[in-house]
């Protein structure tokens, strides 16, 4: 069974650009988590989706938004960078969240 | 919010030795979650503790819950190099519908 995975694996980019992250759960998993974790602030919680729905968002400003598609798999966008936007985003999937939370290899984005 | 707390925050410790991880949450929680992360890696899923009293074991490591105490904690037991890692305990709560990370704690086994 194959796991998460999240592309791209390492993400450069200046102040003021956007960037999409994508993340593809297990196969029938419908239930997709972003967070972002920096060494000042660990694992925050940013949003899920189920079912193509944002079901909670953490809190973060608008600039961070999200979407899934019907086939479960999930895009994440940053719009106008910021220099503390750099960290490494881990996407999550879970199939009834009881079970619990398998997480994709992540990805990493530095902002310049 | 629930607030998650670990202690120690970091771990040095000897081989073959025996310590404890705790966690501490704020608040009435549904489940715990612990988790391994190596540098630049992504988490890895320890165990899942799902009722009162609920403990588990895999290989050194052994993790528990106390709902009343709002307390789980990670056992390890006669340390090897293997486990040096940083581990999280997450606390999930259904209204929040999400995971509530701890600080981690980063353990350092000393040949």
């Known amino acids: 069974k194959a796991g998460v995975t999240q592309t791209p694996r390492y993400l450069i980019k200046t102040r003021g650009q956007q960037v999409t992250l994508s993340c593809s759960p297990i196969s029938g998993h419908r239930s997709v988590s972003w967070y972002q974790q920096t060494p000042g602030q660990g694992l925050q919680f940013l949003f899920e989706y189920f079912s193509e729905t944002q079901r909670n968002k953490g809190n973060f400003p608008g600039r961070f938004s999200g979407r899934q598609f019907s086939n479960s798999r999930s895009e994440m966008n940053v719009s106008t960078l910021e220099l503390g936007d750099s960290a490494l985003y881990l996407c999550?999937?879970?199939?009834?969240?009881?079970?619990?939370?398998?997480f994709g290899s992540g990805t990493r984005l530095t902002v310049v | 919010e629930l607030k998650v707390e670990q202690n120690p925050l970091f771990l040095s410790m000897q081989e073959g030795k025996n310590y404890t991880i705790y966690c501490n949450y704020s608040?009435?929680?549904?489940?715990l979650y612990w988790y391994r992360q190596d540098p630049g890696k992504s988490l890895e899923s320890l165990f899942v503790?799902?009722?009162?009293?609920a403990v588990k074991q895999e290989g050194r490591l052994m993790a528990s819950l106390d709902t009343k105490a709002r307390l789980s904690t990670l056992h390890i037991t006669a340390a090897v190099h293997d486990l040096s890692a940083t581990y999280f305990c997450?606390?999930?709560?259904?209204?929040?519908?999400?995971?509530?990370f701890g600080t981690g704690t980063r353990l350092t086994v000393i040949p």
């Open positions: 503790l799902l009722s009162n009293g």
């Open positions: 608040t009435t929680s549904d489940r």
């Open positions: 997450a606390s999930y709560q259904t209204g929040a519908n999400n995971l509530f």
């Open positions: 999550a999937s879970s199939e009834n969240r009881v079970g619990g939370y398998t």
